[in-house]
């Protein structure tokens, strides 16, 4: 099993930045791939971004050359730089985990972009 504990959610207003964490409970390098997915309300939940273990970074359209994820192993943590952000990507952001072929999910952390 494995807890992941989101933060960094917040208002901010359209075109700045913010960094999204979330640690994880155990060693993340034992996680097949962990990510990022959002849930807008009244919509379904979508991918935001992945990362392999060794690293590889994956994004949807929406979010290319906007947003980063990284991961420190060291400390179980994966974070999400997303930059230039757009009153579209207000939603619900839920960290995520694949161990041992099951998913695992965080609480969540809201992200609302408005003037």
């Known amino acids: 099993q494995v807890q992941l504990v989101e933060s960094g959610g917040g208002v901010v207003q359209p075109g700045r930045s913010l960094r999204l964490s979330c640690t994880a409970s155990r060693n993340i390098f034992s996680c097949d791939h962990m990510g990022w997915y959002r849930q807008a309300k009244g919509k379904e939940r979508e991918l935001v971004a992945t990362?392999?273990?060794?690293?590889?970074?994956n994004y949807p359209d929406s979010v290319k050359g906007r947003f980063t994820v990284s991961r420190d192993n060291a400390r179980n943590t994966v974070y999400l730089q997303m930059n230039i952000l757009k009153p579209e990507d207000t939603a619900v952001y839920y960290c995520n985990a694949m161990l041992l072929g099951i998913n695992y999910w965080g609480q969540g952390t809201q992200v609302t972009v408005s003037s």
């Open positions: 990362i392999t273990t060794n690293s590889r970074p």
